[in-house]
């Protein structure tokens, strides 16, 4: 009973992974792809986009994690020069600027901001209609979900300050977040770990903890849960490659409906072959709404700031992520209230919709953590009963 299986390979099945191992546990890694990274892969190939838009946030308590072990790698910074192509659509027109309300919303500290009132009400109340308006719609960035001003106030603030520090928080991993992934696999194989690639987990082992780090929808299937539910984002993906031409937006923030476009290349120009660049963009559309809603918002942003793009465009490919862009927090919840990580019996769950605080992928990491914790002391309760 001193084994603990993780089912899942993504970055929170690895960082449960590696954290077990590293307190002495066996531990095995089931995978049901045949390869590792989850929503942490890397496209293979000239062009390297990752799943969606991917940035590590430096104050993040996973960045301090990887570093100390060598798994952080190279990260790259927005270069000074383009961060002044920073482009907001307003009113239909791009501008250099955003509205000075959003500056002043995204000011305020996440801990002044209510849990059980929604975020429009909120911020329009304090900044006023226009600036709760805008200050949601940047917001998404953080969010993947096409209405963030419905959501908790406390909730939507904290992701807002965090997207708008300045210098800003986000680092692009060199060469996509595999590189990292690629890193942590091996670090985990060092460990002793068992690793299993195409090996899909259909019934529980009985050996010891599992910690089970998949989507909500598989794990609810996995463990007869139906009570495994928490909402999440839609969003349309677009990612592009364009041939190269000086004087390219770098990032649009799209603030009559929510939506981002980024140009990845600038912080880091080896996802592209030379002469190319890649965008990757993100654009949410609501419950009962297409990919094609998204993708068309896109394509009038790209007719904005990149007006020859059809011509110049070399790749191109696009997806709907729906329940794989986090949990999002309506007013009156917060993460206490997601799926809890201990499911009893010795059944632990992780990932980034789960009763973990954090941003983004912090909240994967944060709940791999704690379960990797809490499966070491029910492994060490059973040493104990054994010695006994």
């Not at 096409?146 to 106030?153: K, V």
């Not at 539910?229 to 592009?240: I, M, P």
């Not at 949410?284 to 068309?296: N, T």
């Not at 953590?369 to 104990?384: D, K, W």
Request: charge should be positive; charged fraction near 25%.
């Amino acid at each position: 009973m001193d084994h603990i299986t993780v089912v899942g390979g993504g970055f929170a099945g690895l960082t449960a992974a590696i954290s077990a191992a590293e307190s002495g546990a066996r531990v095995t890694v089931f995978e049901a792809h045949h390869t590792f990274g989850g929503r942490a892969r890397t496209s293979e190939g000239p062009y390297r986009a990752n799943e969606g838009p991917h940035v590590f946030y430096h104050r993040g308590p996973h960045w301090a994690w990887l570093r100390q072990r060598d798994l952080l790698g190279p990260m790259a910074r927005v270069p000074a020069l383009e961060g002044a192509r920073l482009r907001f659509r307003r009113d239909g027109a791009l501008r250099k600027a955003p509205p000075f309300g959003l500056l002043k919303a995204s000011r305020m500290r996440a801990e002044r901001a209510p849990v059980d009132v929604d975020f429009h009400t909120w911020a329009t109340e304090r900044h006023g209609h226009d600036a709760a308006v805008a200050a949601a719609r940047y917001s998404a960035v953080a969010l993947f979900h096409h209405d963030p001003g419905s959501l908790s106030a406390a909730f939507v603030q904290e992701r807002l300050r965090r997207a708008a520090t300045i210098p800003p928080e986000a680092h692009v991993a060199v060469g996509g977040w595999s590189q990292v992934i690629d890193r942590m696999l091996g670090r985990a194989w060092n460990l002793g770990v068992r690793i299993e690639t195409v090996a899909r987990v259909d019934t529980l082992p009985e050996d010891g903890p599992v910690i089970v780090a998949t989507s909500l929808d598989s794990a609810r299937q996995l463990l007869g849960d139906d009570s495994l539910r928490w909402e999440s984002g839609r969003t349309a993906l677009l990612d592009l490659a364009l041939t190269t031409r000086k004087g390219d937006p770098f990032v649009i923030c799209d603030l009559d409906a929510p939506g981002w476009l980024e140009r990845f290349t600038a912080a880091d120009p080896s996802l592209a072959p030379a002469g190319e660049q890649l965008l990757q963009g993100q654009f949410p559309v609501g419950p009962d709404e297409s990919s094609a809603v998204g993708i068309a918002r896109a394509e009038g942003l790209l007719d904005l700031g990149f007006p020859d793009w059809r011509e110049r465009a070399v790749w191109r490919r696009q997806s709907l992520a729906a329940g794989r862009t986090g949990a999002v927090d309506r007013p009156g919840t917060t993460w206490r209230d997601r799926p809890r990580i201990d499911r009893g019996d010795g059944v632990f769950l992780v990932g980034d919709q789960v009763a973990a605080p954090g941003v983004l992928s912090e909240v994967s990491f944060n709940s791999a953590i704690g379960a990797a914790s809490l499966a070491m002391r029910r492994v060490a309760s059973v040493r104990l009963r054994r010695s006994a």
